[in-house]
């Protein structure tokens, strides 16, 4: 199955600050979006505790390293 595009930030904000005083079922309606879209933005938040997509996933970016930073400093 083919994914689709992530919410934006300013999409994923009011998602979150709905939930205060709604239940999934009225922000669906109110949003217009699918339910698994606001499960997941929800989810994401409450593992995360950050609305920033980017800021989420920023450890897991790039090649793992091989070598630390004090293997470098024994070979010199």
Known sequence: MARGKA???AFR???IN???RFYVDNIIEYT???RRTVECT???Y???RVVAREHMF???RGARRDLTFM??????
Do not use: E, N, W, Y
């Open 32 to 34: 217009g979006c699918r």
């Open 71 to 76: 293997d470098v400093r024994v070979c010199l």
């Open 42 to 44: 929800l989810t994401d």
């Open 18 to 20: 709905l939930t205060r």
């Open 46 to 48: 409450q593992r995360h």
């Open 58 to 60: 920023a450890h897991l």
């Open 13 to 15: 904000a009011p998602i």
């Open 7 to 9: 919410p934006s930030d």
